[in-house]
T-cell receptor
């Protein structure tokens, strides 16, 4: 059983460009959350997708957008990249059964903005 | 506003020592408290999940407790090993799986 997978593993972009990161949830999971982790910090919640809709959003600008597909996989899009967007982007999946809600994380995508 | 704090930020211990990592949160209406391990440059590995109705969870040499009234959780690691060296993160959720993370405790276990 594959866990949470993310692609690509590393990405280098320049300021002003746009980037798309991808995530496939753990088998059987229907909810995907995205986090940004700056060096030396804990992950910060960006947003969460459930049933192809954004269900919750953290304190991130509209430059950050996402999408969830019918197979529950998800994309994170960041427009007009800034140097400060350089971070490890983590995807987490869970099952929204209202009971356990344990989150499982992928290996992350390291984004460097030059 | 939900905030999660972890103390200490870093810890260095000799192999074999028992140790405690601390996590505190400002909002006691927590739903789940989850402990993770993160190796350098890697994703997060789930260690233990404590639901709001529970007080502790155990897995092997790890034991995590949750005291909602005091806003604290602790992760106890017994008989530490060099392979335990990593950053340990705690995260609390309040609704719909939105987790608030602490900044982590970086643990170094010396052989």
């Amino acid at each position: 059983d594959a866990g949470v997978t993310q692609s690509p593993t590393h990405l280098i972009k320049t300021r002003g460009q746009q980037v798309t990161l991808r995530c496939s949830p753990k088998s059987g999971h229907d909810t995907v959350s995205w986090y940004q982790q700056a060096l030396g910090q804990g992950p910060q919640f960006i947003f969460q997708y459930y049933e192809e809709e954004e269900r919750q959003r953290g304190n991130f600008p509209d430059r950050f957008s996402g999408h969830q597909f019918p197979n529950y996989s998800s994309e994170l899009n960041v427009n007009a990249l800034l140097l400060g967007d350089s971070a490890l982007y983590l995807c987490a999946s869970s099952l929204s059964d209202g009971l356990v809600n344990e989150q499982f994380f992928g290996p992350g995508t390291r984004l460097t903005v030059l | 506003k939900q905030e999660v704090t972890q103390i200490p930020a870093a810890l260095s211990v000799p192999e074999g020592e028992n140790l405690v990592l601390n996590c505190s949160f400002t909002d006691s209406a927590i739903y789940n408290l989850q402990w993770f391990r993160q190796d350098p440059g890697k994703g997060l590995t789930s260690l233990l999940l404590i639901q709001s109705s529970q007080r502790e969870q155990t897995s092997g040499r790890l034991n995590a407790s949750l005291d909602k009234s005091s806003g604290r959780s602790t992760l106890y690691i017994a008989a530490s090993q060099p392979g335990d060296s990593a950053t340990y993160l705690c995260a609390g959720s309040y609704n719909f799986n939105k987790f608030y993370f602490g900044s982590g405790t970086k643990l170094n276990v010396k052989p």
